[in-house]
């Protein structure tokens, strides 16, 4: 029975400066390593073990995996890194504090770019603090100036269309180390959960959302390992 693993990267820097990150490349902090190594544990400890792994181009998550790999007994299993698994890129909001972007454009604004569906923040300004247009592992990529989820589900998909699918059917038990939104456009997918109930849903740094899937790769089950 094919099966998937979601995990969140560990909390990082900015997640606990309550910054908007993006793209922007910032890496866990202690707590935040301790989820991921908590959560190899969790796998380990469970019996759910990785046979193949899939990550972004970002630090976080790729440290994220690692660590729970480490913890596992993992660590030899053949790992792809994919910048489509990346997170939203939050545009001009990156590197911004939250709680201060809503003091200046006001609650209601704030809460339309992060939580609609397909209205993007505010493009980044080429050749700003953030651009990240000379970043060698973004050559020949894409890089975009914002994202709403929409577009975030628009290039996640096919990735795991491409690259998740066949090892899923090949038999492959999967894990994806990502990002909340990354993470929402696969959840959206498989569960088929409608676009404005998908804003909503809260993936937690750090806890492994096991799939238990049928032949066709359509959801029977869906849990957080650590209730089990």
């Known amino acids: 029975m094919p099966r998937l693993i979601l995990i969140r990267h560990g909390q990082s820097q900015w997640n606990l400066e309550n910054r908007f990150t993006g793209w922007w ?3 866990v902090t202690e707590k935040g390593a301790a989820e991921a190594f908590a959560a190899g544990q969790l796998l380990k400890d469970k ?3 990785p046979t193949v792994a899939f990550t ?3 630090t976080r998550a790729i440290k994220t995996l690692h660590l729970a790999l480490e913890a596992a007994g993992r660590l030899w299993i053949p790992e792809t890194k994919d910048w489509r698994f990346n997170e939203r890129h939050y545009g001009g909001l990156t590197g911004l504090d939250k709680a201060e972007t809503a003091a200046k454009h006001g609650d209601e604004q704030v809460k339309v770019w992060r939580r609609s569906f397909d209205i993007p923040p505010p493009p980044l300004d ?4 953030f651009d990240l247009a000379s970043d060698p592992r973004y050559a020949g990529i894409p890089v975009p100036a914002t994202e709403s989820l929409k577009d975030t589900i628009a290039r996640a998909l096919p990735a795991y269309e491409e690259l998740i699918v066949p090892a899923l059917k090949a038999g492959e ?5 990502a990002h909340g939104n990354s993470l929402r456009a696969l959840v959206k997918h498989i569960s088929g959960i409608a676009d404005d109930e998908i804003t909503g849903l809260e993936i937690p740094t750090g806890q492994p959302i096991v799939y238990e899937l049928d032949d066709n790769l359509a959801e029977i089950e869906r849990y957080y ?3 089990r």
């Not at 038990?173 to 180390?177: E, G, L």
């Open 25 to 27: 490349d910032v890496d």
């Open 47 to 49: 019996g759910v073990l």
């Open 56 to 58: 972004s181009l970002q």
């Open 126 to 129: 080429a050749g700003s603090e």
């Open 173 to 177: 038990t999967v894990i994806v180390s």
């Open 225 to 227: 390992l650590s209730e």
